[in-house]
């Protein structure tokens, strides 16, 4: 399994600045079908320690800091996370 796991990591890598680019939150169709019920879900996070754990490009982790919580982002692909420490927290 691990060894699946790598291979999974390094296909991640090597798209991720394609799937970032065509991944915009504004414009996500399944984050509009469901932020309603995640942010009922979440309630107000302003001032709250969130990790969100495999934050892929970062997208959940941008809306969580703009709604004033610190966000934590952590995944496996560090192409992803370079990519969310670059254009989420400018």
């Known amino acids: 399994m691990k060894k699946q796991s790598s291979k999974d990591i390094e296909d991640w890598d090597r798209i991720a600045s394609g799937y970032s680019q065509s991944a915009d939150p504004t414009n996500n169709r399944i984050y509009n079908m469901f932020k309603d019920v995640l942010w009922d879900c979440l309630g107000d996070v302003k001032g709250l320690d969130v990790l969100d754990l495999g934050c892929g490009h970062g997208w959940l982790s941008k809306e969580l ?3 004033g919580a610190k966000v934590y982002a ?5 192409a992803l996370t370079e990519h ?3 254009h989420v927290y400018t």
């Not at 952590?74 to 560090?78: C, F, I, L, P, Q």
């Open 65 to 67: 800091f703009d709604a």
């Open 74 to 78: 952590v995944d496996g692909s560090s």
């Open 84 to 86: 969310a420490s670059r």
